[in-house]
């Protein structure tokens, strides 16, 4: 059965950074692209970032890039998002998934994973 379990949330001021992490189980981990959504109070679920399969590429949403870096180690089945430079508006639920990076529409491949609660302070 597929789990994945989000933690590494909390509450930051803006400018500060925080650490995601995603462990996944019951699930081949190199088989799927793995990415990293958010979803706001009364807004929809929106991609963040994506990471093949291969760890080779990486991909950022426009309000993600130059400040969130996603990575993953295949040999922990773990795939983390740092971010930096928080901003009000990054304050979500944030949720890791599996699917292919080609569109956000291919996830979740089985279910989402409970999330963690990302709060940033003006």
């Known amino acids: 059965q597929l789990q994945l379990v989000e933690s590494g949330g909390g509450m930051v001021q803006a400018g500060g950074s925080l650490r995601l992490s995603c462990v996944v189980s019951g699930l081949t981990f190199d088989n799927y692209d793995m990415g990293w959504f958010r979803q706001a109070p009364g807004k929809g679920r929106e991609g963040v970032s994506c990471i093949i399969k291969s760890g080779a590429n990486a991909y950022y949403s426009e309000s993600a890039k130059d400040r969130f870096t996603i990575s993953q180690d295949n040999a922990k089945n773990t795939v983390d998002l740092q971010m930096n430079n928080l901003k009000p508006e990054d304050s979500a639920m944030y949720y890791c998934?599996?699917?292919?990076?080609?569109?956000?529409?291919?996830?979740?491949?089985?279910?989402w994973g409970q999330g963690t609660q990302v709060t940033v302070s003006s």
């Open positions: 998934a599996a699917g292919e990076c080609h569109g956000w529409g291919t996830f979740p491949v089985g279910n």
